[in-house]
């Protein structure tokens, strides 16, 4: 890719003047950023229904700068991704993140979207990181609201340690002209491999 | 009760004991027949009818060419108006031997009846039965879901299409037996297929007909059209 990585060292002589002022700005930056992190839920099945729990009143989301669900992806920081995606949606969720403007995160809520869960059928998509990249996996099937108020409170960590000087973080990442996937497909294929029982299922017509 | 012999589901190694059977005997066969079977083969003639009672519920096996004539007796026949079809689906049994069924679920509200039709398509020959959609409106969408999983055509169907799998799905009709679990293609080509796939391109003909000439219809029928109503049929 031909990515180089800014020089970023808060130890060298040269220079520490500009740099204790990239790690103030970048401390109030990643503060405003981290604690009005905007949501766009994506719910296709019953994460949805305890990411709803998550924003409603017992768990309040909004303590946590995210009272304001942004259902245009264009005003939208952090893409939330609440249950099975068959493969028909895998367009939409990649065109949703891709009108989302940086900086953008994105949570994979669950089993099913974060590994295909108990689906591992002709329809449903093995874990979203295979169409978009992701930041916080949430395990549970689904999560409960602690669960993900918990990823949520992973990301914010993530957020403030980002430096702005940083710049391969909020680049654009382009997938591939011919194969539009972002990582290539012989390791979407040894991700998606099947484990445990279900290997009896091959792939072969019975 | 013997005969009852249970699978594991979900087992497909081919190599594992005898070869799969759908249990046969049924409890609960046999009984009083919904008066509307008789009625059919009165009214529209031919041989191929069987009758079947299981748990009270009545179906009536057709021949195929028959569907049509049955389905349009039993409209709107003031003795049947049987006017509230359920479900049109189909069903292949894991024996090899045992024909495609195709299922139409009819209810009739004025007489409190419900009656169960079938029709038997031979595995191996092209599956091909009529479509009800001239007599309940209601078969559009059921019959493109049976196609879209079972890859039945319904002759005479407005517009048959996939409903469920998009556009130019290329692996075939996930609900047949011979249809593996997890598709016929790698994960990264399903992947790739999927992403190729324009999420909009699912309108029909009809649809996009209307949308050009969205410009050229009266006033009243633009608002009607902006509020998500279709026109015609």
């Not at chain 2, 191996?124 to 059921?142: H, N």
């Not at chain 2, 009709?173 to 293609?185: A, C, E, H, Q, Y």
Request: some cysteine; overall charge neutral; aromatic content about 10%.
């Amino acid at each position: 890719m031909g990515i180089t990585h800014a020089s970023y060292n808060p130890e060298s002589h040269e220079n520490w003047f500009t740099t204790r002022l990239d790690v103030v700005a970048n401390n109030v930056v990643n503060w405003g950023r981290a604690n009005s992190l905007w949501p766009m839920p994506f719910g296709t099945a019953c994460c949805a229904i305890e990411f709803m729990a998550t924003a409603a009143s017992r768990f309040d989301l909004a303590r946590f700068g995210m009272e304001r669900m942004s259902f245009s992806p264009r005003q939208a920081d952090l893409l939330i991704c609440a249950g099975r995606v068959p493969f028909k949606l895998a367009p939409i969720i990649r065109r949703i993140w891709q009108q989302m403007p940086q900086p953008k995160w994105a949570i994979s809520m669950g089993a099913c979207a974060s590994s295909g869960g108990m689906f591992d059928n002709y329809a449903v998509v093995q874990g979203i990181d295979t169409i978009i990249p992701v930041d916080v996996y949430v395990p549970g099937c689904p999560p409960r609201p602690e669960g993900l108020i918990y990823g949520i409170m992973m990301l914010q960590k993530k957020v403030m340690n980002e430096r702005m000087s940083d710049n391969t973080l909020r680049r654009e990442m382009a997938p591939d002209p011919e194969s539009k996937l972002y990582i290539p497909p012989d390791a979407i294929d040894e991700l998606s491999e099947p484990f445990g029982n279900s290997v009896h299922q091959t792939r072969q017509a019975p | 009760m013997s005969d009852f012999a249970f699978y594991q589901p979900g087992s497909a190694l081919p190599s594992e004991g005898a070869e799969p059977r759908t249990p046969y005997r049924i409890p609960h066969r046999g009984g009083v027949a919904n008066p509307s079977a008789a009625a059919i083969q009165q009214r529209v003639p031919g041989t191929g009818y069987r009758v079947e009672v299981v748990w009270g519920e009545t179906t009536v096996y057709i021949p195929a060419d028959k569907v049509l004539d049955v389905c349009r007796f039993l409209h709107d026949d003031p003795s049947q108006r049987y006017e509230y079809l359920c479900d049109v689906t189909a069903v292949e049994y894991r024996d090899a031997s045992r024909p495609i069924e195709v299922v139409w679920h009819i209810r009739s509200l004025a007489h409190r009846r419900f009656l169960r039709l079938k029709v038997e398509l031979t595995k191996g020959t092209e599956l091909k039965v009529p479509s009800v959609w001239s007599v309940w409106r209601g078969a559009d969408w059921l019959e493109r879901e049976c196609y879209d999983m079972f890859g039945i055509k319904f002759e005479g169907h407005p517009d048959l299409r996939r409903i469920l799998m998009w556009e130019g799905y290329k692996e075939g009709f996930p609900l047949r037996k011979d249809f593996p679990l997890r598709g016929r293609f790698s994960r990264s080509e399903q992947l790739k297929q999927a992403l190729a796939a324009n999420p909009e391109a699912r309108y029909s003909m009809d649809e996009l007909t209307i949308a050009d000439a969205y410009g050229d219809v009266p006033d009243e029928m633009r608002k009607r059209l902006a509020g998500g109503e279709k026109v015609g049929e």
